[in-house]
T-cell receptor, first 115, second 112 residues
Framework: DAGVIQSPRHEVTEMGQEVTLRCKPISGHDYLFWYRQTMMRGLELLIYFNNNVPIDDSGMPEDRFSAKMPNASFSTLKIQPSEPRDSAVYFC?????????????FGPGTRLTVT | QKEVEQDPGPLSVPEGAIVSLNCTYSNSAFQYFMWYRQYSRKGPELLMYTYSSGNKEDGRFTAQVDKSSKYISLFIRDSQPSDSATYLCAMSPTSGTYKYIFGTGTRLKVLA
Protein backbone atom coordinates (compact mmCIF):
# COMPACT_ATOMS: atom_id res chain seq x y z
CA ASP A 1 0.00 0.00 0.00
CA ALA A 2 1.37 3.39 -0.96
CA GLY A 3 0.03 5.15 2.13
CA VAL A 4 -1.45 8.64 2.09
CA ILE A 5 -0.05 10.67 -0.77
CA GLN A 6 0.24 14.44 -0.65
CA SER A 7 1.37 16.92 -3.25
CA PRO A 8 3.25 19.10 -3.56
CA ARG A 9 5.75 18.33 -0.79
CA HIS A 10 6.94 21.90 -0.72
CA GLU A 11 5.22 25.07 -1.85
CA VAL A 12 6.60 28.58 -1.80
CA THR A 13 4.26 31.32 -2.87
CA GLU A 14 3.75 35.03 -2.54
CA MET A 15 1.15 36.65 -0.37
CA GLY A 16 -2.16 36.96 -2.18
CA GLN A 17 -1.68 33.94 -4.41
CA GLU A 18 -3.98 30.93 -4.45
CA VAL A 19 -2.56 27.71 -3.04
CA THR A 20 -3.99 24.25 -3.63
CA LEU A 21 -2.83 21.24 -1.64
CA ARG A 22 -3.75 17.75 -2.75
CA CYS A 23 -4.29 14.46 -0.97
CA LYS A 24 -4.93 10.87 -1.97
CA PRO A 25 -6.07 8.79 1.02
CA ILE A 26 -5.40 5.10 1.54
CA SER A 27 -7.71 3.04 -0.62
CA GLY A 28 -10.75 1.85 1.32
CA HIS A 29 -10.48 4.42 4.09
CA ASP A 30 -13.69 6.35 4.62
CA TYR A 31 -12.41 9.20 6.79
CA LEU A 32 -10.11 11.97 5.62
CA PHE A 33 -8.58 14.70 7.77
CA TRP A 34 -6.72 17.91 7.05
CA TYR A 35 -4.34 19.19 9.76
CA ARG A 36 -2.01 22.14 10.09
CA GLN A 37 1.16 21.98 12.18
CA THR A 38 3.15 24.93 13.50
CA MET A 39 5.71 25.21 16.28
CA MET A 40 3.49 27.50 18.30
CA ARG A 41 0.12 25.77 17.96
CA GLY A 42 1.13 22.17 17.28
CA LEU A 43 -1.10 19.93 15.21
CA GLU A 44 -4.57 21.37 14.63
CA LEU A 45 -7.47 19.67 12.90
CA LEU A 46 -8.89 21.89 10.17
CA ILE A 47 -11.65 19.73 8.70
CA TYR A 48 -12.61 16.10 8.28
CA PHE A 49 -14.74 14.15 5.84
CA ASN A 50 -16.66 10.90 6.09
CA ASN A 51 -17.57 9.19 2.83
CA ASN A 52 -16.63 12.39 0.98
CA VAL A 53 -18.99 14.55 3.06
CA PRO A 54 -17.54 17.29 5.31
CA ILE A 55 -18.44 16.47 8.91
CA ASP A 56 -16.69 19.13 10.95
CA ASP A 57 -15.02 22.23 9.54
CA SER A 58 -14.91 24.18 12.79
CA GLY A 59 -11.12 24.21 12.68
CA MET A 60 -10.92 26.05 9.37
CA PRO A 61 -9.41 29.38 10.39
CA GLU A 62 -11.33 31.64 8.04
CA ASP A 63 -13.17 31.89 4.76
CA ARG A 64 -9.91 31.99 2.86
CA PHE A 65 -9.65 28.26 3.50
CA SER A 66 -11.81 25.72 1.69
CA ALA A 67 -11.66 21.97 1.29
CA LYS A 68 -13.32 19.56 -1.08
CA MET A 69 -13.50 15.84 -1.54
CA PRO A 70 -15.04 15.14 -4.96
CA ASN A 71 -14.51 11.39 -4.68
CA ALA A 72 -13.17 8.74 -2.32
CA SER A 73 -9.64 8.96 -3.64
CA PHE A 74 -8.98 12.69 -3.80
CA SER A 75 -9.22 15.80 -1.66
CA THR A 76 -7.99 19.38 -1.93
CA LEU A 77 -7.33 22.13 0.55
CA LYS A 78 -7.33 25.58 -1.00
CA ILE A 79 -6.15 28.87 0.46
CA GLN A 80 -7.19 31.99 -1.40
CA PRO A 81 -5.69 34.52 -0.92
CA SER A 82 -2.69 33.20 0.99
CA GLU A 83 -1.04 35.17 3.80
CA PRO A 84 2.37 34.79 5.52
CA ARG A 85 0.66 33.51 8.68
CA ASP A 86 -0.57 30.51 6.69
CA SER A 87 3.01 29.24 6.54
CA ALA A 88 2.95 25.79 8.16
CA VAL A 89 3.11 22.09 7.38
CA TYR A 90 -0.24 20.77 6.20
CA PHE A 91 -0.97 17.10 6.75
CA CYS A 92 -3.64 14.92 5.30
CA UNK A 93 -4.61 11.75 7.16
CA UNK A 94 -7.09 8.96 6.55
CA UNK A 95 -8.66 6.24 8.65
CA UNK A 96 -11.03 3.34 8.47
CA UNK A 97 -14.08 4.08 10.55
CA UNK A 98 -14.66 0.67 12.03
CA UNK A 99 -14.34 -0.16 15.67
CA UNK A 100 -12.67 2.70 17.48
CA UNK A 101 -11.36 4.22 14.26
CA UNK A 102 -8.57 5.59 16.31
CA UNK A 103 -5.68 5.07 13.97
CA UNK A 104 -5.21 7.90 11.57
CA UNK A 105 -2.56 7.38 8.90
CA PHE A 106 -0.76 10.56 8.04
CA GLY A 107 0.79 11.60 4.77
CA PRO A 108 4.26 13.15 4.56
CA GLY A 109 2.86 16.68 4.64
CA THR A 110 3.14 19.77 2.46
CA ARG A 111 5.47 22.47 3.75
CA LEU A 112 3.93 25.79 2.76
CA THR A 113 5.86 29.04 2.86
CA VAL A 114 4.04 32.26 2.05
CA THR A 115 6.34 35.25 1.54
CA GLN B 1 -5.19 27.48 28.74
CA LYS B 2 -4.82 24.76 26.15
CA GLU B 3 -6.88 21.59 26.50
CA VAL B 4 -3.73 19.48 26.25
CA GLU B 5 -0.35 20.58 27.57
CA GLN B 6 2.95 18.98 26.67
CA ASP B 7 6.49 20.06 27.46
CA PRO B 8 8.20 20.81 24.13
CA GLY B 9 11.65 19.73 25.28
CA PRO B 10 14.09 18.97 23.82
CA LEU B 11 14.77 16.07 26.13
CA SER B 12 18.25 14.59 25.71
CA VAL B 13 19.08 11.21 27.24
CA PRO B 14 21.92 8.69 26.85
CA GLU B 15 21.29 5.46 25.00
CA GLY B 16 19.77 2.82 27.28
CA ALA B 17 18.04 5.30 29.57
CA ILE B 18 14.40 5.10 30.59
CA VAL B 19 12.45 7.99 29.09
CA SER B 20 9.29 9.47 30.54
CA LEU B 21 7.10 11.67 28.36
CA ASN B 22 4.00 13.32 29.76
CA CYS B 23 0.86 15.23 28.92
CA THR B 24 -1.73 16.92 31.09
CA TYR B 25 -5.24 17.76 30.00
CA SER B 26 -8.18 19.71 31.28
CA ASN B 27 -11.21 18.03 29.67
CA SER B 28 -12.49 15.26 31.92
CA ALA B 29 -14.55 13.86 29.02
CA PHE B 30 -11.44 12.49 27.28
CA GLN B 31 -11.58 8.70 27.18
CA TYR B 32 -9.21 7.71 24.38
CA PHE B 33 -5.55 8.51 24.65
CA MET B 34 -2.93 8.04 21.98
CA TRP B 35 0.76 8.56 21.47
CA TYR B 36 2.10 9.38 18.03
CA ARG B 37 5.75 9.46 17.01
CA GLN B 38 6.92 11.93 14.39
CA TYR B 39 10.32 11.75 12.79
CA SER B 40 11.80 14.89 11.32
CA ARG B 41 10.12 15.93 8.06
CA LYS B 42 7.63 13.06 8.29
CA GLY B 43 3.99 12.66 9.25
CA PRO B 44 3.01 11.38 12.72
CA GLU B 45 2.52 7.64 13.14
CA LEU B 46 0.47 5.94 15.84
CA LEU B 47 2.60 4.35 18.54
CA MET B 48 0.12 3.35 21.21
CA TYR B 49 -3.40 3.96 22.38
CA THR B 50 -5.24 3.35 25.63
CA TYR B 51 -8.85 3.57 26.64
CA SER B 52 -9.80 5.14 29.97
CA SER B 53 -7.38 4.55 32.83
CA GLY B 54 -4.62 2.03 33.31
CA ASN B 55 -1.44 0.83 31.69
CA LYS B 56 -0.68 -0.71 28.33
CA GLU B 57 2.62 -2.24 27.35
CA ASP B 58 4.04 -2.90 23.89
CA GLY B 59 7.63 -4.01 23.77
CA ARG B 60 9.83 -1.24 25.14
CA PHE B 61 6.89 1.18 25.34
CA THR B 62 4.39 1.58 28.18
CA ALA B 63 1.45 3.99 28.11
CA GLN B 64 -0.11 5.04 31.37
CA VAL B 65 -3.29 7.01 32.02
CA ASP B 66 -4.28 8.60 35.33
CA LYS B 67 -7.70 10.13 34.77
CA SER B 68 -8.00 11.31 38.36
CA SER B 69 -4.97 13.55 37.82
CA LYS B 70 -5.71 14.19 34.12
CA TYR B 71 -2.22 13.01 33.32
CA ILE B 72 -0.89 10.56 30.76
CA SER B 73 2.62 9.20 30.31
CA LEU B 74 4.66 7.27 27.80
CA PHE B 75 7.66 5.35 29.08
CA ILE B 76 10.41 4.11 26.78
CA ARG B 77 12.74 1.50 28.21
CA ASP B 78 16.26 0.88 26.90
CA SER B 79 16.01 3.94 24.68
CA GLN B 80 17.79 3.80 21.32
CA PRO B 81 19.09 6.54 19.00
CA SER B 82 16.33 5.44 16.59
CA ASP B 83 13.79 6.62 19.19
CA SER B 84 14.92 10.20 18.56
CA ALA B 85 11.78 11.91 17.33
CA THR B 86 8.96 14.17 18.46
CA TYR B 87 6.27 12.44 20.51
CA LEU B 88 2.74 13.78 20.34
CA CYS B 89 -0.03 12.86 22.70
CA ALA B 90 -3.59 12.94 21.39
CA MET B 91 -6.94 12.43 23.02
CA SER B 92 -10.63 12.16 22.22
CA PRO B 93 -13.79 12.10 24.28
CA THR B 94 -15.59 9.14 22.71
CA SER B 95 -15.24 6.54 20.02
CA GLY B 96 -17.87 8.35 17.99
CA THR B 97 -15.69 11.30 17.22
CA TYR B 98 -12.55 11.41 15.20
CA LYS B 99 -11.71 14.88 16.37
CA TYR B 100 -8.50 14.32 18.26
CA ILE B 101 -6.86 17.05 20.30
CA PHE B 102 -3.09 16.87 19.97
CA GLY B 103 -0.40 18.13 22.27
CA THR B 104 2.34 20.26 20.72
CA GLY B 105 4.84 17.42 21.06
CA THR B 106 8.01 16.69 23.02
CA ARG B 107 11.24 16.45 21.07
CA LEU B 108 13.41 13.55 22.25
CA LYS B 109 17.08 13.01 21.48
CA VAL B 110 18.72 9.73 22.44
CA LEU B 111 22.48 10.10 22.37
CA ALA B 112 24.64 7.16 21.30
Amino acid sequence: DAGVIQSPRHEVTEMGQEVTLRCKPISGHDYLFWYRQTMMRGLELLIYFNNNVPIDDSGMPEDRFSAKMPNASFSTLKIQPSEPRDSAVYFCASSLGTGLGYEQYFGPGTRLTVT
Amino acid sequence: QKEVEQDPGPLSVPEGAIVSLNCTYSNSAFQYFMWYRQYSRKGPELLMYTYSSGNKEDGRFTAQVDKSSKYISLFIRDSQPSDSATYLCAMSPTSGTYKYIFGTGTRLKVLA
